[in-house]
């Protein structure tokens, strides 16, 4: 099966985000993946639900909306209402993570877990049957344009093995290139987050750098 492509929407021209959106779209896009941030959990702030549901009128694509904030369970419902197809909360936020990731399901939605580069995949082991999405943070979280940190290769074949036959797509974020893409394939990873890599040259660039990622 072919990878996916994920780009996100943190590295796009904020001044026009629907067009943007439109443009990775036309580009071949699998999803829109959307990161979430609240200057708390992570030291940076981007966009909440309202924006969510205004971009969701530019696209038909999967949103992968990546939420990185403390608490979480509040907001679930408001993102759910705004469009998000998958939901991603993070293994480090709260403590009850079985119950969170119930209500994300119990909306009709895709439920992921996140998990930083500092933090073990044995977290999964109680909720795997609740999850539809891993996500291997493959740099810390917060900022965009950061390295790829190699030691998450091998929690990427970890996560693949716990993973099994089971219908869990295994995501990867952060430091995304070309070079990298393929490291994290063969490691086992179906889909790929990617920003810079796509959104750079502008949006006459975005589809051939799509097709790049995949190659």
Known sequence: MAVKVAPSILSADFARLGEEVRAIDAAGADYIHIDVMDGHFVPNITIGPAVVKALRLHTTKIFDVHL??????????????????????????????????QLIRSLGKKAGISLNPATPESVLDYILDRLDLILVMSVNPGFGGQAFIPSQLEKIRRIRAKIGSRPIELEVDGGVTPAVALECVEAGADVLVAGNAVFSGGSGQYAANIRALRA
């Open 68 to 101: 990185m904030i403390d608490p979480v369970d509040p907001y679930i419902e408001a993102f759910a209402a705004a469009g998000a197809d998958i939901i991603t909360v993070h293994a480090e936020v709260g403590g009850h993570l079985d119950r969170t990731l």
